[in-house]
């Protein structure tokens, strides 16, 4: 298994550009989430769907958007990217939500100049 | 509002014991985790605590008291390659939704 993949890894955005990062999980887990990380600070939940077809916002949602039309994927969309959207993004899942393990992609470390 | 407090650095030496504090405030408490991050890595998940009590997973074990708020990591026999961030999350729901804290980093010396 591959687990969660996440691509690109790197990016670098002009301020107004849009662009999706793709989130990938080939383990069967219903639960997907999309995390933040900026230098120094925790992760922040920006939106996580309990399967397919279910999404809802988590701690920072706006700017964003997701879709969830298989349970493999999980894409994240920023719309009219800002110097305040560059930061690390983390895409995770879990079997079954709760008290579960949750998995982490690599990452994608965008910058928005 | 939701917020977990944690240290933000800690020193150690190889072969030594070590806890991190994690305090927390927050509604509809489901449970409190753990994660490592090395630097430049993806977290990766190192225990749960739903109930009072200890959990332990060979060198590492973890606390919590619903009553207090509060929980711990414990790091036995640290090795170097133990520095990294640690980070409690707060699980608040069955959906697994996490509230990060803002995380420790451990520095390890030989």
């Known amino acids: 298994n591959a687990g969660v993949t996440q691509t690109p890894k790197f990016r670098i955005l002009k301020i107004g550009q849009s662009m999706t990062l793709q989130c990938t999980q080939d383990m069967n887990h219903n639960y997907m989430y999309w995390y933040r990380q900026d230098p120094g600070m925790g992760l922040k939940l920006i939106y996580y769907?309990?399967?397919?077809?279910?999404?809802d916002k988590g701690e920072v949602p706006n700017g964003y958007n997701v879709s969830r039309s298989t349970t493999e994927d999980f894409p994240l969309r920023l719309e009219l990217a800002a110097p305040s959207q560059t930061s690390v993004y983390f895409c995770?899942?879990?079997?079954?939500?709760?008290?579960?393990?949750?998995?982490f992609g690599p990452g994608t470390r965008l910058t928005v100049l | 509002g939701q917020s977990l407090e944690q240290p933000s650095e800690v020193t150690a030496v190889e072969g030594a014991i070590v806890q991190i504090n994690c305090t927390y405030q927050t509604s509809g408490f489901y449970g409190l985790s753990w994660y490592q991050q090395h630097d430049g890595g993806a977290p990766t998940f190192l225990s749960y605590?739903?109930?009072?009590g200890l959990e332990e997973t060979g060198r590492f074990s973890s606390f919590l008291s619903r009553s207090d708020s509060y929980g711990y990591l414990l790091l036995q026999e640290l090795q170097m390659k133990d520095s990294a961030s640690y980070f409690c999350?707060?699980?608040?729901?069955?959906?697994?939704?996490?509230?990060f804290g803002q995380g420790t980093t451990l520095q390890v010396k030989p």
């Open positions: 999350a707060v699980i608040f729901s069955n959906t697994g939704k996490l509230i």
């Open positions: 769907s309990v399967g397919a077809g279910i999404t």
């Open positions: 605590n739903g109930l009072d």
């Open positions: 995770a899942s879990s079997f079954s939500g709760g008290a579960d393990e949750q998995f």
